[in-house]
């Protein structure tokens, strides 16, 4: 038994010539070195686990924030779906120019598509 090679035996880190347990010991593709693990995270900047579904999470935030500031209409001639920003008027279908417009609202569009069906 080789009690020498236990992870834990102290090993100095080329960078920082601290002794650090081997199991902290990494080798470094940068230095081409071995170093330890605050040595190697100095050049290479760990990645969060969490990184990824915040950015998601903000990709649909501004999806969202698009979506509010966005007014939906629907022409009754065509039946034309569109959206325009909010504030902006809109008179006419860009479709075929029809002035017979419905501002439709995101989750209600279909409550209000059949309600017009019905109306028809
Ligand atoms: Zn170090
Ligand atoms: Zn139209």
């Given at each position: 038994?080789?009690?020498?090679?236990?992870?834990?035996?102290?090993?100095?880190?080329?960078?920082?010539?601290?002794?650090?347990?081997?199991?902290?010991?990494?080798?470094?593709?940068?230095?081409?070195?071995?170093?330890?693990?605050?040595?190697?995270?100095?050049?290479?900047?760990?990645?969060?686990?969490?990184?990824?579904?915040?950015?998601?999470?903000?990709?649909?935030?501004?999806?969202?924030?698009?979506?509010?500031?966005?007014?939906?209409?629907?022409?009754?001639?065509?039946?034309?779906?569109?959206?325009?920003?909010?504030?902006?008027?809109?008179?006419e279908c860009p479709y075929c120019g029809s002035k017979?417009?419905?501002?439709?609202?995101?989750?209600?569009?279909?409550?209000?598509?059949?309600?017009?069906?019905?109306?028809?």
């Amino acid at each position: 038994m080789k009690i020498h090679e236990d992870q834990t035996a102290p090993v100095i880190c080329r960078a920082c010539e601290r002794k650090v347990p081997m199991s902290q010991i990494k080798f470094d593709d940068t230095r081409k070195q071995f170093v330890c693990q605050n040595c190697y995270n100095a050049t290479h900047p760990t990645k969060k686990p969490d990184e990824k579904p915040r950015f998601e999470a903000r990709n649909q935030e501004n999806r969202k924030a698009i979506e509010e500031t966005m007014e939906k209409y629907r022409c009754t001639n065509c039946k034309y779906h569109f959206s325009r920003k909010k504030g902006k008027e809109v008179t006419e279908c860009p479709y075929c120019g029809s002035k017979d417009i419905k501002r439709t609202t995101g989750t209600d569009a279909s409550k209000l598509l059949d309600e017009s069906d019905n109306y028809f």
